[in-house]
């Protein structure tokens, strides 16, 4: 059978163990030619090839469910649930998304772009399903970098404490999350796998004890006990942790042998209450460079498969904002060893590596913890410390009450910076960056800021480590900056709360932030050509907002345009019509930014055509806005 052919999972049942290493291989395949097209995710994928074969060998996917914790490690599970002719447009606009998404099979259980979810979802459904009387499986694929989050450890508490219910967790231990895993559960979990374990107990132990002289029927009760205990000793002793959180524990086993896998699953199947199954995979598995390097092919941009290596780019491109953030905190860190660059589990995607490298006593990886993380930062602003929480906007998120409750309130001086900021293209609504101006900017002694360019970036930096009044967020794009000159030292901070006039005219005000000021002043330059001048504010921060600039220019000119690229629902352009509202300024005012919706996976730029957010689109609808609108100058 050939992988197109399968266009359901139950189309496994009943295959060899050399039918289905033949489907391995074609998944392989057909996987690294397309992310090497077209790039994504690749080494989670390729690990667990052998364990999703053989998990839905043993499951009837018309009834049983499955949940995959984030989702970019069930690429094979797509191509096994009929999206095998349409995985090449895997991450593309229109096209498979590189996540689980309920609306786009029935066989996506459970959506998630965020880790450590997978266990209280299955076990909401294993709830849900035992309320209503029905029969089926439920299932959780889990990694080791997931199990760092403190959600799955409260689901996993939680499940230990109800035996009657059944629940299969799967752990993919591969060593590694995006970097390789930090603290004591990976530690634990790498002991697991070097302690040889015994699967079973003697199917005649029962019998051998009847035997006995003297003893026949009369010891049911203590051979109960005797084969607890013994059950006890044939799990490896780390993995007796499990069982003491009301788990029955299966493994290590090898992620990659069928046999193995298959009558695993197939006793898991049978075992009452929850259960875990512990499977060692490699995460690259058949791709050599991937298994040698597997924080750098964990994702990738298109590459030449036989090399390896990324396509070259046509022409140069400005450095990352993240490389320029990793540099330039590095750079101040040799200066200040006060300065703590924290990550959780994304040190190569925020620029922390660089930190790492050099400075490894100023950085401190949580793992998958960001709610850890803030409150770590709290604690370390609380005696001196200049801590700097590094984690993208879509992540920050999950610690939100962290924030308030541990940092806000409390006033300490935790400097946030949020990579990804915006709208992050191919990995869709799980992570875009849209609404940190709005969850932060209502949380009382927080400033905000956002640069327009990776120069005003190194700026922004040393702002936030020098101000130590309270807690400080700035907010960056993913990508390419615009080129603009970087100094190696030297930067000055930016006093807080001042904006600048990047461009005067008199017909209409134009305030920008961050990202989002470039495109203004392409914007202006439009309705320039258009006999309308337009005066171009680069606000630099949020909160608190430079009134003293903007307003009177508002009433001046007369007719006000915000531009984000964040929530236009209680974002910066909702601050701006509160501090005109709030000073009885009631000029025409039009907010540019992400309207209520979500943003699916698309590159950048198609999702701005598609939201209206490209130069010539803003013009367009300013230009029929003035058309329709009246000065209020005079009034």
Known sequence: ?????????????GLSIYQLQQVARQIREKHLQTVAASGGHLGPGLGVVELTLALYQTLDLDRDKVTWDVGHQAYPHKLLTGRYSRFHTLRQKDGVAGYLKRCESKFDHFGAGHASTSISAALGMALARDMQGEK???VAVIGDGALTGGMALEAINH???LPKTNLLVVLNDNEMSISPNVGAIPRYLNKMRLSPPVQFISDNLEEQFKHLPFVGDSLAPELGRVKEGMKRLAVPKVGAVFEELGFTYMGPIDGHNLEELIATFQQAHKTPGPVLVHVATVKGKGYEIAEKDQVGYHAQSPFNLATGKAVPSNKPKPPSYSKVFGETLTKLAENDPRIIGITAAMATGTGLDILQKRLPDQYIDVGIAEQHAVTLAAGLACE??????????????????QII??????????????????IVGADGPTHQGMYDIAYLRCIPNMVLMAPKDEAELQRMILTGIQHTEGPIALRYPRGNGYGAPLMEEGWEPLPIGKGEILRNGDDILLVAYGSMVYPAMQTAEILHEHGIDATVVNARFAKPLDTELILPLAKRIGRVVTLEEGCLMGGFGSAIAEAMLDADITVPITRIGIPDILVDHAEPNESKVDL???PSQMAERILKLFSKQPSTVGV
């Not at 399968?6 to 496994?12: A, G």
């Not at 001196?384 to 009450?401: C, E, H, K, N």
């Not at 940092?407 to 910076?417: M, T, Y």
């Open 384 to 401: 001196g410390m200049r801590p700097v929480a590094t984690i993208y906007s879509t992540f920050l998120q999950r610690a939100f009450d």
């Open 136 to 138: 089926y499986k439920v």
């Open 1 to 13: 059978m050939h992988l197109s052919e399968i266009t359901h999972p139950n189309q496994l049942h």
């Open 405 to 422: 409750h541990d940092v806000c309130i409390q006033n300490l001086p935790v400097f946030f910076c949020m990579d990804r900021a915006g």
């Open 612 to 614: 209206g957010l490209t």
């Open 159 to 161: 499940a230990g404490h």
